[in-house]
C-alpha cells in the first residue's frame, strides 16, 4: 500500500520567515496529493493541493511542488505569520474511492 | 461551501455503552465519507470508507461488528462505537467527498468527536 513521510516533524520559524515542508510517498499510482492545517481540537482543514498532471500550484503566501519522478511534494508558506503555527499534514490519494494515506504531521510554531 | 459538521462534538460514556456520532455534508452531497481516527499527537489513521446505500468497507485491523457505520442518505454516515471501552478513547472525525465532476478526490473533513470512555 502506499506510504507517506513527512518531514521535518517539528518546525520553528519567526514570523516573516518561510517554512518548507517535505512529503514522499511510494506508490507511483498515486495522483492527488492535498495539505490540511489542523488547529488543536479541531478537524484538519484543506488548505491547499495538487494533482499529479501539475508540477506546481500556487495560492497568495502557500505553494506546493510536486516532482513525480522523485516521489515527493513540498509545501511552502511564505512570510509566515503567528496564525499559521499549527500541525500540518501532507497526504496521498490512491485508488477510485480517492483513500488519503497522512504523513505524521508538521508542528509548525511562528514566533512574534 | 463545502461544510461537514459533526455530532456531538464531545461525548464522555461509560464503558459498555454505545455511542453514536452523526457525520452531515451540509451544502453538499457525499457519495463517499470516511471515518478517521486521531490519537493525540498522531496522524489521522483511516478507519472505513463509507458509499451511500452500500457496506462501509473497513481498514485492515478495524471490527466492523464494534464500529458500526452507517451511511444512509447522500448527505449523512454516522458511526456508532459499541460497548465503548477506555481504549476506544479517541478523536473521531469524519469526511465527505463532494458529488460532482472534476475535484473527485477532494475530501471535506468534520470539525471531530472527542470520545472519552470511562
Known amino acids: 500500500g502506499e506510504n507517506v513521510e513527512q518531514h521535518p516533524s517539528t518546525l520553528s520559524v519567526q514570523e516573516g520567515d518561510s517554512a518548507v515542508i517535505k512529503c514522499t510517498y511510494s506508490?507511483?499510482?498515486?495522483?492527488?496529493f492535498p495539505w490540511y492545517k489542523q488547529e488543536l481540537g479541531k478537524g484538519p482543514q484543506l488548505i491547499i493541493d495538487?494533482?499529479?498532471?501539475?508540477g506546481e500550484k500556487k495560492d497568495q503566501r502557500i505553494a506546493v511542488t510536486l516532482n513525480k519522478t522523485a516521489k515527493h511534494f513540498s509545501l511552502h508558506i511564505t512570510e509566515t505569520q503567528p496564525e499559521d503555527s499549527a500541525v500540518y499534514f501532507c497526504?496521498?490519494?490512491?485508488?477510485?474511492?480517492?483513500?488519503?494515506?497522512f504523513g505524521a504531521g508538521t508542528q509548525v510554531v511562528v514566533t512574534p | 461551501g463545502a461544510v461537514v459538521s459533526q455530532h456531538p462534538s464531545r461525548v464522555i460514556c461509560k464503558s459498555g455503552t454505545s455511542v453514536k456520532i452523526e457525520c452531515r455534508s451540509l451544502d453538499f452531497q457525499a457519495t463517499t465519507m470516511f471515518w478517521y481516527r486521531q490519537f493525540p499527537k498522531q496522524s489521522l489513521m483511516l478507519m472505513a470508507t463509507s458509499n451511500e446505500g452500500s457496506k462501509a468497507t473497513y481498514e485492515q485491523g478495524v471490527e466492523k461488528d464494534k464500529f458500526l457505520i452507517n451511511h444512509a442518505s447522500l448527505t449523512l454516515s454516522t458511526l456508532t462505537v459499541t460497548s465503548a471501552h477506555p481504549e476506544d478513547s479517541s478523536f473521531y472525525i469524519c469526511?465527505?467527498?463532494?458529488?460532482?465532476?472534476?475535484?473527485?478526490?477532494?475530501?471535506?473533513f468534520g470539525p471531530g468527536t472527542r470520545l472519552t470512555v470511562l
Open positions: 495538487i494533482r499529479s498532471n501539475v
Open positions: 506508490d507511483s499510482a498515486s495522483n492527488y
Open positions: 469526511s465527505a467527498k463532494p458529488l460532482r465532476q472534476g475535484s473527485t478526490d477532494t475530501q471535506y
Open positions: 497526504a496521498a490519494s490512491i485508488g477510485s474511492w480517492g483513500k488519503l494515506q
